[in-house]
């Protein structure tokens, strides 16, 4: 039990495309879920949290602009990286809090952007 | 603010070996602290939570201990195979906040 599953899995895009970001709870309702960044060699950096139907918190720093967070249902996320830059290439990864144990965090596969 | 500090950065033993990643951590004021395991290009896989309120937790091979009022954690594996070769991460949330804050990693290769 408690899968996340991220579509796609690996993306290729040209510089000042958009490209969006799928994450999926498959087995249990997500209240809550977070979207995080892990360049090379570097650990997970927060970048926001969303909780469902309302608008997705931010980290200090996280262009809410330029990454667009939706969590219309309690089994679904998308980030959206607007205008993509080759500086935004990196892997993402998402989690999900179960709606009845918040403070577990189940991690999806990971998405490895790449903007040429 | 909470900062997660992993030692080593890096490490690589013979198969056989036991061995102990290092975590620290700056607040004491947690809610529980959890290890996971990275492989390459892949996603995180949790081994080992452990609450506030506990010392320790094990898991087969993994035995995972906590102090909070040092601010330390570490990550025992026994009897290292060449499959444990991953980066391991250790993460804290805050009392209060289910967010988490990780370490880099501590990237360990068991060499057969």
């Known amino acids: 039990g408690a899968v996340v599953s991220q579509h796609p899995s690996w993306v290729i895009c040209k510089s000042g495309t958009s490209v969006k970001i799928e994450c999926r709870s498959l087995?249990?309702?997500?209240?809550?879920m977070f979207w995080y960044r892990q360049f090379p060699k570097q650990s997970l950096m927060l970048m926001a949290t969303?909780?469902?139907?309302?608008?997705?918190?931010?980290e200090q720093g996280v262009e809410k602009d330029k990454f667009l967070i939706n969590h219309a249902s309690l089994t679904l996320s998308t980030l959206t990286v607007t205008s993509a830059h080759p500086e935004d290439s990196s892997f993402y990864i998402c989690?999900?809090?179960?709606?009845?144990?918040?403070?577990?965090?189940?991690f999806g596969p990971g998405t490895r952007l790449t903007v040429t | 603010k909470q900062e997660v500090t992993q030692i080593p950065a890096a490490l690589s033993v013979p198969e056989g070996e036991n061995l102990v990643l290092n975590c620290s951590f700056t607040?004491?004021?947690?809610?529980?602290l959890q290890w996971f395991r990275q492989d390459p290009g892949k996603g995180l896989t949790s081994l080992l939570l452990?609450?506030?309120?506990?010392r320790e937790q094990t898991s087969g091979r993994l035995n995972a201990s906590l102090d909070k009022s040092s601010g330390r954690s570490t990550l025992y594996i026994a009897a290292s195979q060449p499959g444990d070769s991953a980066t391991y991460l250790c993460?804290?949330?805050?009392?209060?906040?289910?967010?988490?804050?990780f370490g880099k990693g501590t990237k360990l290769s068991v060499i057969p």
């Open positions: 969303s909780n469902e139907g309302s608008k997705a918190t931010y």
């Open positions: 087995d249990f309702q997500a209240t809550t």
């Open positions: 452990i609450q506030s309120s506990q």
């Open positions: 993460a804290v949330s805050g009392a209060g906040s289910y967010q988490l804050t």
């Open positions: 607040d004491s004021a947690i809610y529980n």
């Open positions: 989690s999900a809090s179960p709606r009845l144990a918040v403070y577990e965090q189940y």
